[in-house]
């Protein structure tokens, strides 16, 4: 059964930096796209960024609102996937899910995570 | 490419038959998702590559398109439907999703 489970939320202040952690199972994580999808209270779906898989060199790409203050990692031996957030504003409230996409490369998010809340406030 | 949903929101009753539709702002091909979402929960993939039911969906689901229209249909409305229903391009990263359709009793 592919699980997918989120940690390191919480509450931040404006400007602070936080990390989450998304561990997966239940599948050869080295062979899959891995993607980080938010949802702000109430909103819609937000695309943030995925990061390619060992074939494709781990290769990243960002959505173009946070790409300069967000970095994707992955730690295949660990069957981790990161989100490195820096520079938070109000605006970065959500809950953040870990996805698994459907087959290799296609874009298309088949397994989410149960997610996790990040809230930036002072 | 955005993507734009309509009805924001849609009431219907069991039973019924129900259509929501999404547009891209270029042509995507096939290139196009569905997910379902209740509340307090994670989306749920239904349909990909715009017609093809996800395993375990009930085929009371379909979807139709290609280009830049496409056409969710949820036949025979059952109480488990409502929901809000997300599209999503996979044409090609940044990764775009509508704004969502609520879909109420």
């Known amino acids: 059964e592919v699980q997918l489970v989120e940690s390191g939320g919480g509450l931040v202040q404006p400007g602070g930096s936080l990390r989450l952690t998304c561990v997966a199972s239940g599948f050869t994580f080295s062979n899959h796209y891995m993607d980080w999808v938010r949802q702000a209270p109430g909103k819609g779906l937000e695309w943030l960024g995925l990061?390619?898989?060992?074939?494709?060199?781990?290769?990243?790409e960002y959505a173009a609102s946070v790409k300069d203050r967000f970095t994707i990692s992955r730690d295949d031996s660990k069957a981790s996937l990161y989100l490195q957030m820096n520079n938070l504003k109000a605006e970065d409230t959500a809950i953040y899910y870990c996805v698994r996409q459907k087959g290799f490369g296609d874009l298309i998010f088949e397994y989410w995570g149960q997610g996790i809340l990040v809230t930036v406030s002072s | 490419i955005q993507m734009t949903q309509s009805p924001s929101s849609l009431s219907a009753s069991v039973g019924d038959r129900v259509n929501i539709t999404c547009r891209a702002s270029q042509t995507i091909t096939r290139h196009l998702n569905w997910y379902q979402q209740k509340p307090g929960k994670a989306p749920k993939l239904l349909i990909y590559?715009?017609?093809n039911l996800q395993g375990g969906v009930p085929s009371r689901f379909s979807g139709r398109g290609s280009g830049t229209g496409f056409t969710l249909t949820i036949s025979d409305l059952q109480p488990e439907d409502f929901a809000t229903y997300f599209c999503?391009?996979?044409?090609?990263?940044?990764?775009?999703f509508g704004q969502g359709t609520k879909l109420e009793i």
């Open positions: 990061s390619r898989n060992k074939a494709s060199n781990y290769v990243t």
């Open positions: 999503q391009q996979s044409f090609g990263p940044p990764l775009t």
């Open positions: 590559t715009t017609s």
